[in-house]
C-alpha cells in the first residue's frame, strides 16, 4: 500500500466524523535532548491541543507532573498570568506509560496504583542516584568528586511513577568509545534489576518491571537491551515502571474513554485501566474484538518515533528483532484497524535530529527502524521531524476543526 504525505492525512482526518488520535511527546512534537529540563513546548502546539479537543490524545512514557513533567513545559512555555489549568490547556491524555491520567484542566489520577508500590517508588530515585554514583566511580576513578556528582544528579529523572535513568549525559560526558558505553549500559541495567529484586522482597514481586528505550522487543517476559553501536548508542533510558504501564494497554484505555464520551457508555467498563487490561496484545485485540460495537469504533491515527529492527545473530539462531517504546501501541492500533475495518493510520516522525543518536528517515532502507519483513506497517513518514509536524498539526488544528 502507498504511503500518505502529511497533506494526505488531513483530507482524510478532515472527512472523518469520528477521529481520535493518539501522540506521544517527546521526539514528536519536540526534539529530543539530552537533559529533559531543557525541552521546550511550542505555544501554538499547545493551543491546536485545546482545539482538537476530544479528538486528541497523549500517550507516553514520560510523566505530567513532576519537576521534570510535561505540564511544567505548558506553563512556562504560556505568558506571565494564564492558568493552564482554568483555560484548560493541558495536556490530556495518558503518561508513565498509562498510569498517570489527566485531563485538560490538570486533573491527574493514578488508576490501578496501590499506596505500598507509591511508597516504593519514592525510594527508587535515591536507590538510583546512590547507584549510578557507584558505577560512576567505577567507570572514572579519577574524576573529580565534583563532576562525578554533577553527572549522578543529571542522569536521574526522579520522576514519580517512572523513575529513570538516563544515560545521555553519562555518554556525552564519559563515554565516548562503544566498549565503554556498553560497559556502562551492562551496568545501568544490573542496578534496575536489583532495584526490582528489592521490590519482590518488599512483598512487591508483581508490581514493577524494568522498561528500555529503545528496545529489541521482549524475550521470556525481558525487554532486550539495544547495545551500543558505532552507528548509534543503542538503549539510553532505563525506567523503573509499573507493570501493566505499556502503552498499547494505553491506548485501549483511550480508545474505551473516547467511545464513553461519544456514546455515554464505556465498552469495557468505567473502571478499565492499564493495570487491570490484559497483559498480552493478543489479549487486549480480543478484548476490543468482543466488547466494542463497530459503528462505535472511532478512526486511530497513531503518531510517534521509537521503533527499532535489528538483524541479530545468536549462535546458529538468526532474524529480525524489533521493538522500540512506540512498536506496540502503533501495532495494536494498526490489528484494530484491520479487524474493525476501519482506515486507521501509522504515522512515524524523523528524531534523529535532535541531540540523541537515532536511525533517521532520510535512510530509504529505514534501517534500524524497520525491515523488509516488518509487519508494522508505516503509512506516513514525516522526515522532517518535529519542527514539520508541529506546523502540520497546528494547521490541522486551525483550518479543519
Not at 558505577?135 to 529523572?157: G, H
Not at 498499547?248 to 484505555?253: K, P, T
Not at 529492527?309 to 495494536?332: H, I, K, M, N, P
Request: net charge negative; with cysteine.
Amino acid at each position: 500500500m502507498a504511503r500518505l504525505s502529511l497533506i494526505e492525512l488531513k483530507q482524510q482526518i478532515s472527512a472523518d466524523p469520528n477521529v481520535l488520535i493518539v501522540q506521544d511527546l517527546d521526539g514528536v512534537c519536540m526534539p529530543l535532548v539530552r537533559d529533559p529540563l531543557t525541552r521546550v513546548l511550542p505555544v501554538a502546539y499547545i493551543q491546536a491541543v485545546a482545539k482538537l479537543g476530544h479528538r486528541f490524545r497523549v500517550l507516553t512514557n514520560g510523566e505530567h507532573s513532576s519537576t521534570r513533567g510535561v505540564n511544567r513545559l505548558v506553563e512556562s512555555a504560556l505568558a506571565p498570568g494564564r492558568d493552564p489549568a482554568a483555560e484548560g490547556l493541558y495536556l490530556p491524555g495518558l503518561a508513565a506509560g498509562g498510569v498517570q491520567s489527566q485531563t485538560r484542566h490538570g486533573l491527574i489520577s493514578h488508576p490501578g496504583v496501590t499506596p505500598a508500590e507509591l511508597q516504593f517508588l519514592k525510594a527508587v530515585p535515591t536507590l538510583l542516584s546512590r547507584g549510578v554514583g557507584e558505577i560512576i566511580r567505577q567507570i572514572t576513578p579519577d574524576a573529580k568528586a565534583e563532576e562525578q556528582e554533577r553527572l549522578a544528579q543529571a542522569a536521574v529523572l526522579d520522576n514519580e511513577l517512572s523513575p529513570t535513568l538516563n544515560l545521555n549525559v553519562l555518554f556525552a560526558g564519559l563515554c565516548p568509545e562503544v566498549e565503554e558505553q556498553r560497559q556502562l549500559q551492562r551496568l545501568s541495567l544490573g542496578l534496575l534489576q536489583n532495584i526490582e529484586k528489592q521490590a519482590q522482597e518488599q512483598g512487591l514481586a508483581d508490581s514493577f518491571f524494568v522498561h528500555l528505550a529503545p528496545n529489541l522487543g521482549e524475550h521470556k517476559g525481558q525487554e532486550q537491551l539495544k547495545w551500543a553501536s558505532p552507528e548509534n548508542r543503542g538503549t539510553s533510558d532505563f525506567q523503573f515502571m509499573l507493570r501493566g504501564a505499556v502503552k498499547e494497554a494505553g491506548l485501549l484505555v483511550l480508545l474505551n474513554q473516547h467511545i464513553e464520551r461519544s456514546t455515554g457508555k464505556a465498552p469495557l467498563g468505567a473502571d478499565f485501566n492499564v493495570r487491570s487490561a490484559p497483559r498480552t496484545a493478543e489479549g487486549l485485540l480480543a478484548l476490543a474484538e468482543d466488547c466494542i460495537a463497530p459503528e462505535t469504533m472511532p478512526t486511530l491515527i497513531g503518531i510517534a518515533d521509537t521503533i527499532t529492527s535489528e538483524w541479530v545473530v545468536e549462535g546458529d539462531q538468526a532474524g529480525w528483532r524489533r521493538g522500540g517504546s512506540d512498536r506496540g501501541f502503533l501495532t495494536l492500533l494498526q490489528q484494530i484497524g484491520q479487524t474493525f475495518e476501519t482506515p486507521n493510520r501509522v504515522v512515524l516522525i524523523d528524531s534523529s535530529g535532535g541531540e540523541l543518536d537515532r536511525p533517521s528517515l532520510q535512510d530509504p532502507e529505514l534501517k534500524g527502524l524497520s525491515d523488509p519483513e516488518d509487519p508494522l506497517r508505516l503509512d506516513v513518514l514525516v522526515p522532517a521531524g518535529p519542527e514539520a509536524y508541529v506546523e502540520w498539526f497546528v494547521d490541522l488544528a486551525d483550518n479543519v476543526f
